[in-house]
C-alpha cells in the first residue's frame, strides 16, 4: 500500500437533536456530489445537499435507510448539513442558505 492510505480523514462528534453523531468527512468518491453543492442551479444544489445528506449518513451511521434519512425533519436536516460541510472544511453554508430556507419553506407549506 502507498502512503495514500495513511490519509485518513476523521469523523468530528456532532450533537444533533439532542443525540450524538460522529459524522465521517467524504472522500474522493464523493467528490462529483460535493461540488454540485457549489452551483448556481438552486434545484442542482438542493438534489445534491439531499445527495450529500445520504451519502454522509449512511457512511457515518451504520445500518440507517433511506426511509429514515427522508423522513428527517427540515430543521434536523439543516443540522446535519451544517456539521456535514464543517467535517469537510467547507464554510459555503451562507450559499447554501437560499437553498436551505426554500426547503423549510416547502417544508412548512406541505404542513
Known amino acids: ?9 476523521k469523523p468530528k462528534e ?6 450524538v453523531f460522529n459524522i465521517k468527512p467524504l472522500t474522493a468518491k464523493n467528490l462529483d456530489t460535493f461540488v ?7 434545484k442542482i444544489r438542493s438534489v445534491a445537499m439531499a445527495d450529500v445528506l445520504k451519502e ?3 457512511a457515518s451511521e451504520e445500518g440507517c435507510t433511506d426511509e429514515e434519512i427522508d ?4 430543521d434536523i436536516v439543516s443540522e446535519f448539513l451544517d456539521a ?3 467535517v469537510n472544511g467547507q464554510n459555503v453554508k451562507s450559499e447554501n442558505q437560499e437553498a ?3 426547503l423549510k419553506s416547502n417544508a412548512k407549506s406541505a404542513e
Request: a positive charge; hydrophobic letters at 40%.
Open 1 to 9: 500500500m502507498s502512503k495514500l492510505s495513511q490519509l485518513k480523514a
Open 14 to 19: 456532532f450533537t444533533i437533536g439532542g443525540e
Open 36 to 42: 454540485r453543492l457549489s452551483s448556481t442551479d438552486l
Open 56 to 58: 454522509t449518513l449512511k
Open 71 to 74: 423522513n428527517l425533519p427540515v
Open 84 to 86: 456535514i460541510l464543517e
Open 100 to 102: 436551505l430556507e426554500k
